[in-house]
């Protein structure tokens, strides 16, 4: 029974791993048409969606499965627990990723303004979201907690960068009127990069709850997080 579950941890860790590959190519790709306004990448993320969420299902039932016929407990039963919850967030993002796409299928502007893309910081903040979540599969991959905790300082560059986005749009707006569809549907592109790494943040908890055996308390940080995602 020890080996046959052991077996059936490293499949599960196997699927994650490939879910996880997948939607990080969605970002990336939902990234870059936003920003160089291709249609054609754009859809191709809309396309990918749905393997997005067959793999979702695909391990949510595994992972029912497991549990039902083996019974884990102890480290066995936090993996499980784990990778339940990473691959509900990795699903999101890759809502995230759709919806990001969507911004560049639905732009009528043939470019956007490359000084304005420039003062909103967009590519700071793709690359970042990105970065935190090749750094979360590492930490996965690694056993790190150090790895998973460094993620939460990153985040705080998503918050910055996002707080900034509404001013520097209002003002751009009061001087080019006719971009305000733009700029308004800019502003959904920031919020939902900045939820991205509100995700990436629960996914490199869920990294230490394996690893160490407890949920992490920071200044009623993980709550608020987990509370967000029920709503």
């Given amino acids: 029974m020890v080996k046959f579950i052991e ?7 196997k699927e994650i791993d490939e879910m996880w590959t ?8 939902a990234g870059e048409a936003v920003l160089t306004l291709d249609r054609e990448l754009a859809q191709q993320v809309l396309v990918h969606e749905r393997r997005v969420n067959a793999f979702e299902l695909k391990i949510d039932s595994d992972v029912e499965d497991i549990i039902a016929l083996y019974n884990p407990v102890g480290i066995d039963l936090r993996f499980v627990l784990a990778m339940l919850k990473i691959n509900s967030n990795l699903e999101r993002l890759g809502d995230f990723a759709e ?8 732009c ?6 490359a000084e304005l893309i420039r003062k909103l910081r967009l590519n700071d903040m793709i690359a970042q979201v990105l970065s935190m ?7 996965l991959q690694e056993e790190s907690q150090d790895l998973a905790t460094s993620i939460f300082a990153k985040d705080h560059l998503l918050d910055e960068i996002n707080t900034d986005v509404a001013g520097i749009l209002a ?3 009061s001087e080019h009127p006719e971009s305000t569809l733009v700029c308004l549907n800019l502003v959904s592109v920031f919020r939902k990069l900045e ?7 629960n996914i490199a908890e869920e990294i230490v709850f394996f690893i160490d055996a407890k949920v992490l308390k920071h200044s009623g940080h993980t709550d608020e997080h987990y509370l967000n995602d029920s709503k």
Avoid: C, W
């Avoid at 997948?22 to 790709?29: A, E, M």
């Avoid at 009528?108 to 303004?113: G, I, N, R």
């Avoid at 979540?133 to 930490?139: D, Q």
């Avoid at 939820?195 to 943040?201: C, E, K, L, N, V």
């Fill in 99 to 106: 919806s990001i796409a969507r911004f560049a299928i639905n």
């Fill in 22 to 29: 997948l939607v990080y190519n969605q970002l990336d790709r």
């Fill in 7 to 13: 077996s059936e941890l490293v499949l599960l860790k």
């Fill in 133 to 139: 979540l090749e750094l979360a599969k590492r930490a």
């Fill in 108 to 113: 009528k502007e043939p470019a956007l303004d």
């Fill in 195 to 201: 939820r991205s790494g509100d995700h990436i943040t």
């Fill in 171 to 173: 003002d751009y707006i």
